[in-house]
């Protein structure tokens, strides 16, 4: 499957942004899908997950309640809505898939496909 992410930019603290991630090639629905960010300097980290075939989620603590991760399969798709966007969300935000059941990997490492990322930036 191959992914783009899409649907970064400059925006305000406190303002939003919804970043896609289309698969071409393969029905995304079959796949679990992860969030993923990197800060200059730092480690590539976890933000939010769907499992495959199924409503399950998982987010890390320090987004829940601000973004929120949810599919549209007729456009196989898979959307970030980051709301109440803060200065230290700035990275470049990246979606990975993998195939496997139950999976809402937290790890880079658990995920086959990458999108190339897209970059956000929050002004203070």
């Known amino acids: 499957v191959q992914l783009q992410a899409s649907g970064g930019g400059l925006v305000q603290a406190g303002g939003s942004l919804r970043l896609s991630c289309v698969a071409s090639?393969?029905?995304?629905?079959?796949?679990?899908v992860g969030w993923f960010r990197q800060a200059p300097g730092k480690e590539r980290e976890f933000v939010a997950a769907t499992a495959r075939n199924s409503g399950v989620t998982s987010y890390t603590d320090w987004v829940k309640g601000r973004f929120t991760i949810f599919r549209d399969n007729a456009k196989n798709t898979v959307y970030l809505q980051m709301n109440s966007l803060k200065p230290e969300d700035t990275a470049v935000y990246y979606c990975?898939?993998?195939?496997?059941?139950?999976?809402?990997?937290?790890?880079?490492?658990?995920?086959?496909?990458w999108g190339q990322g897209t970059q956000v930036t929050v002004s203070s």
């Open positions: 090639g393969r029905t995304l629905s079959s796949y679990a």
């Open positions: 990975a898939a993998n195939p496997r059941y139950g999976s809402t990997s937290r790890s880079p490492s658990g995920y086959d496909y």
